[in-house]
């Protein structure tokens, strides 16, 4: 799979390289500067080869004086690229090397700026750390909910996306004011929120952290705006695209992998999504999908370079409530995630299937949801709303979801230290069916391999092991922004991010 | 029949009750509401039938003072709540306060006067539409999707045919016995008919967000027209459009089966299918 990824690009692997690079901006149409760009050069000599030897190849000969120019000299078909040979393919390549090194400086100088931050500010109190979403739609809406939501407790603000974002494949520019159900997310947004929060850090004294969402076709171009403008965690699923929005399998690791460089190189957490698995199916009947979910992430994430303190591996309280015992089957399988991954931060996510809208019945749900989190010893904590399924969270509703958190770890908080349930007991004995479960899904997977020499995960992905859903290679949305790359292909940023060299 | 004479007892307790003249009384006089005939008229119930005892909670925004919590109670009290009893009253932000009331309600419901205004078909779980689809149909529905003419939303299609749904309902790509094929933005009206047809499409549900200068009835009708025009009669597949600025009962007019509007969810949708495909089918082949 990794094999995979390393031999194709993307459209938006490419445009991310050139946002390294510096290119920002769009058209009066809103249509990005690094779109033209890529589209045009595409159309003159293919993706396979990668942008950066054709469009730095242009700058040298003049062409335009910066890529700006360039962008918007191609964009009105003033410009024809070619491939470099040769000394001109040589000179390209450093030159491209150089713009674009800049871009991974920025990121490095970034995270030691959130290092100091923290070193200052210091990181909450308590463990786990609280996570509270914001979702206006306009992002000038945002900053003051996300601020006040800060002063009452959260130490982490996620500014959720607007619905469809995913399926675009540009990233929109500037600030936005509208959205569906989210707020786009921007570069000029990123820097917005990141800035209003580092002044909320400073009023609190503790480094209120900053969430997005890099999924979706622009994923690659969502994680490197989040390294330049600071963003602390993303939402960065290997498989959640192809499955949830039905993206093209290969453009996904493809997008995935370099994503996944960014986020290690820039220091950023990334938040996985098991809870998806678990709205779609049975909470407890699919259990092990969750834990097999979170094999796979550590592994793609491990193999692009981020550390276990990055790994905020996902998973969630989703059993139907009726069921019998269903508070020590949470227990189990949470107890399982933070056994197999002791040093990530694990992200524990609410109730929302079951969420009837009965808001006195959730606000005890989310009570057990928190004190699930409390015993176990869980990373981040996603904060549930008695209101989910209703309305966007009220004021009062965030007030009475945080003293719902509070209470729970005042009161219980310490109890990781004294729940040690006993080898034969019902939380243990189910925390091992779960682990054989997803052993034996594992070994299904492998087994499964065809004979047409596609790795055996994306088999798996087409027969519809994962979330019921058939997602074969040959189909979804993006494939025809992937290219197969050639010989001689150069990406300057895959191989700065891969070296670890910032030159 | 006279009923037998009250208690002294009886006499009492019912002087002290309130509302007595919309109570329903166990022992109810002659032309007094009785327990033991379903009363028109009715109250909230707290404890005792008849007291009308509500419950409140809402957040002014004003910081947390004596004014504040008048102000929570004239708010109830214009709200009809007579007495009206504040029971918490708190401070969530600098000037924000959260109130919890409780009190009786001056109002009275009738119920001659509720409009029920029913569904012409029932909404099914995810599990009904399915084995109806493979017991009935006995074969999969398929469903294209698209946003048509220039409209770039896909927001409205990709809520109800993606998986990942709306408002906690999965799309119809979800439900095994639909075959769903999204086409996506922006797709040409004979693309979207020639699709459907190669696909023996059994429905086709269309996106219309944008509505200036009323795009969203244009493309309606002619995208109608189209599938009449290549379709024989009886054959053309169920068309559908979804959007939040239709009128609900224009469907005739525009030439389709159905209009769907804001806050629809996949669940309706996949319901409406079935109820049109297989228990009232319209002389469509299997």
Redesign the interface.
């Known amino acids: 799979m990794v094999n995979l990824a390393k031999r194709h690009t993307t459209v938006s692997v490419e445009r991310a390289t050139l946002r390294l690079a510096g290119l920002s901006g769009a058209d009066h149409e809103r249509v990005p500067w690094v779109n033209h760009l890529v589209d045009r050069v595409r159309q003159d000599v293919g993706l396979e080869h990668g942008v950066a030897l054709p469009v730095w190849d242009a700058l040298r000969r003049g062409d335009a004086p910066d890529l700006t120019t360039l962008a918007q000299k191609a964009a009105g078909g003033a410009v024809t690229f070619r491939l470099p040979e040769g000394k001109d393919s040589t000179a390209a390549g450093k030159a491209a090397r150089t713009a674009i090194s800049r871009g991974v400086r920025t990121i490095d100088k970034q995270r030691a700026t959130r290092d100091k931050l923290i070193a200052r500010h210091g990181d909450p109190k308590q463990k786990p750390w609280i996570y509270l979403i914001v979702a206006t739609g306009d992002i000038y809406e945002d900053i003051p909910q996300a601020q006040a939501a800060a002063r009452e407790g959260a130490d982490i603000i996620a500014v959720i996306r607007s619905t469809g974002q995913s399926l675009l494949d540009f990233v929109p520019e500037g600030a936005t004011r509208e959205g569906y159900a989210g707020t786009y997310a921007t570069q000029e947004n990123f820097r917005l929120m990141r800035a209003a929060l580092d002044e909320t850090s400073k009023e609190l004294g503790r480094y209120v952290r900053l969430t997005n969402y890099a999924s979706g076709l622009c994923m690659p171009e969502i994680a490197t705006l989040a390294g330049l403008e600071r963003l602390d965690m993303m939402l960065n699923d290997s498989m959640y695209g192809i499955l949830f929005r039905d993206i093209n399998p290969i453009r996904t690791f493809v997008d995935q992998r370099f994503s996944r460089q960014i986020h290690a190189r820039a220091g950023i957490i990334i938040n996985t999504g098991e809870d998806n698995y678990l709205t779609t199916a049975d909470a407890v009947e699919a259990a092990h999908t969750v834990t097999v979910s979170q094999l796979l992430n550590e592994y793609f994430a491990k193999e692009a370079g981020l550390a276990d303190w990055q790994l905020g591996l996902g998973h969630a309280f989703e059993i139907d409530p009726t069921v019998p015992d269903s508070f020590r089957l949470e227990l189990a399988h949470a107890l399982l995630a933070r056994t197999l991954f002791p040093d990530a931060p694990l992200k524990w996510m609410p109730p929302t299937k079951h969420m009837t809208g009965d808001i006195f019945r959730g606000y005890l749900l989310d009570g057990f949801f928190n004190l699930v989190g409390a015993m176990t010893g869980q990373g981040i904590l996603l904060v549930g709303m008695m209101t989910e399924a209703v309305v966007t969270p009220w004021l009062s509703d965030r007030d009475l979801a945080l003293q719902n958190v509070r209470y729970v770890l005042d009161a219980a908080g310490g109890l990781t230290e004294d729940f040690h349930p006993p080898r034969e007991g019902l939380i243990q004995t189910r925390a091992r069916q779960v682990l054989r479960e997803a052993i034996d899904l594992l070994q299904e997977i492998v087994d499964d391999a065809e004979e047409t020499g596609d790795p055996a995960l994306l088999a798996a992905i087409a027969d519809g092991t994962f979330g019921a859903m058939k997602r074969p290679p040959t189909k979804g949305k993006g494939l025809d922004g992937v290219a197969r790359k050639a010989p001689g292909y150069l990406n300057p940023a895959t191989d700065l991010l891969s070296e670890g060299s910032d030159r | 029949m006279n009923p037998p004479p009250r208690t002294e007892a009886q006499e009492t307790r019912n002087k002290s009750r309130q509302h007595v003249g919309q109570r329903r009384m166990e022992d109810a006089l002659p032309g007094e509401l009785s327990l033991h005939e379903e009363s028109p008229l009715v109250r909230p119930y707290g404890d005792t039938t008849g007291d009308g005892m509500v419950q409140i909670?809402?957040?002014l925004p004003v910081p947390h003072d004596k004014r504040a919590e008048g102000a929570a109670l004239q708010l109830a009290a214009k709200m009809g709540m007579s007495p009206a009893i504040l029971v918490h009253a708190?401070s969530?932000?600098p000037s924000?306060t959260?109130f919890v009331v409780y009190g009786a309600v001056t109002h009275l419901v009738d119920l001659r006067e509720v409009e029920v205004v029913e569904r012409d078909f029932d909404v099914l779980s995810a599990r009904d539409t399915n084995a109806l689809i493979r017991k009935r149909l006995r074969r999969k529905l398929v469903v294209v999707g698209a946003c048509i003419g220039t409209d770039a939303?896909?927001?409205g299609i990709?809520?109800i045919l993606?998986?990942?749904g709306f408002?906690?309902e999965?799309g119809l790509?979800?439900y095994?016995e639909m075959a769903v094929h999204?086409l996506?933005a922006q797709v040409p009206i004979p693309e979207l008919v020639n699709a459907a047809h190669d696909l023996r499409a059994d429905a086709v549900l269309v996106s219309q967000v944008v509505t200036q200068k009323d795009a969203h009835i244009h493309n309606t009708t002619a995208m109608s027209a189209a599938f009449r025009e290549a379709f024989p009669a009886g054959k053309v597949p169920l068309l559908i459009v979804g959007g939040p600025r239709f009128e609900e009962g224009s469907a005739k007019e525009l030439g389709v089966d159905r209009i769907f509007g804001r806050g629809t969810t996949p669940g309706e949708v996949a319901s409406y299918l079935v109820h049109a495909m297989i228990e009232r089918p319209k002389g469509k082949s299997a």
Request: net charge positive; glycine share 8%; aromatic share 16%.
């Open positions: 909670s809402f957040t708190k969530i932000a924000f959260f939303h896909t927001v990709d809520a993606n998986i990942k408002a906690g999965k790509e979800y095994r999204n996506g």
